[in-house]
């Protein structure tokens, strides 16, 4: 199956990058300090911004220290964070289709987990700084289409979290999501859903998917 676009904009943690153990050893300890229940903070964390998942358990005073407070716990280690099947080989051989990431995370994260497991960088990238609202807002997507000169509704966006997909689905662009975070059943906002990025090639035309 062929995906004509014009670039393709990929998110970064679970669909790039698997960080889940340092993100749910942080998330658990930090819960902990909070009095938040860990598993009810994780079961909606994945695919969104620190700050709008602290948002709905702390007052708005509180966000901003308990944000940075779990962003350290995050960056203090890197165990288990590796690159995701298909993930380096999709990179190094998009054949000069446009591409971008567009992250939930922080720059620093971004920096610390893709150094880790190797990812090269986009040349454009839109990280959590650099938009008003989080996913599912469309705000990243939109942005990443506008520095690359692109329509938004060309785009392919590569998803792993129903966040991410509902954004990719508001900026208007094809949304092709991989099951490395979230079961087939929870994606099914996405235009495709395949198992990996080891299903993905790029072409003069867009992206091919196999198998």
Same mark, same amino acid.
């Given at each position: 199956?062929?995906?004509p676009?014009?670039?393709?904009?990929?998110? +970064?943690?679970g *669909?790039?990058? @698997?960080?889940?153990?340092? +993100?749910?050893?942080?998330?658990?300890?930090w %819960?902990?300090?909070?009095g938040? $229940?860990? @598993?009810?903070?994780?079961?909606?964390?994945?695919? &969104?911004?620190?700050?709008? &998942?602290?948002?709905d358990?702390?007052p708005? $005073?509180?966000?901003?220290? %308990?944000?940075a407070?779990l962003?350290?716990l995050e960056?203090?280690?890197? $165990?288990?964070?590796?690159?995701l099947?298909?993930?380096v080989?999709?990179?190094?051989?998009?054949?000069?289709?446009?591409?971008a990431?567009?992250?939930?995370? $922080? &720059?620093?994260?971004?920096?610390? &987990?893709?150094?880790?497991a190797?990812?090269?960088?986009?040349? *454009?990238i839109?990280?959590?700084?650099?938009?008003?609202?989080?996913?599912?807002?469309?705000?990243?997507?939109?942005?990443?289409?506008?520095?690359?000169?692109? @329509?938004?509704?060309?785009?392919?966006?590569?998803?792993d979290?129903p966040? /991410?997909?509902a !954004? /990719?689905?508001?900026?208007?662009?094809? +949304?092709?999501? +991989?099951?490395?975070?979230?079961?087939?059943?929870?994606?099914?906002g996405?235009?495709?859903?395949? !198992?990996?990025?080891?299903?993905?090639?790029?072409?003069?035309e867009g992206?091919?998917?196999? /198998?």
């Open positions: 199956m062929i995906l676009c014009t670039a393709v904009l990929v998110d +970064v943690d *669909t790039l990058v @698997d960080s889940t153990p340092l +993100v749910e050893r942080a998330a658990r300890e %819960a902990a300090e909070y938040i $229940d860990p @598993d009810e903070f994780l079961s909606d964390a994945h695919g &969104r911004r620190t700050s709008d &998942r602290v948002a358990f702390l708005p $005073d509180e966000v901003p220290e %308990a944000t407070r962003d350290a960056s203090t280690g890197t $165990d288990g964070i590796t690159a099947p298909g993930a080989d999709l990179l190094t051989n998009l054949n000069g289709l446009p591409h990431f567009v992250t939930s995370m $922080d &720059r620093p994260q971004l920096k610390l &987990r893709t150094t880790v190797d990812i090269p960088l986009a040349p *454009t839109v990280t959590a700084e650099d938009v008003p609202n989080g996913k599912p807002d469309p705000s990243g997507y939109l942005q990443a289409a506008a520095q690359l000169g692109v @329509d938004p509704a060309a785009c392919v966006v590569i998803e979290a966040a /991410g997909i !954004a /990719g689905r508001a900026a208007g662009a094809t +949304v092709l999501a +991989v099951t490395t975070s979230h079961p087939a059943e929870s994606l099914t996405a235009h495709h859903i395949i !198992a990996d990025l080891t299903a993905v090639a790029a072409i003069p992206v091919r998917l196999t /198998g």
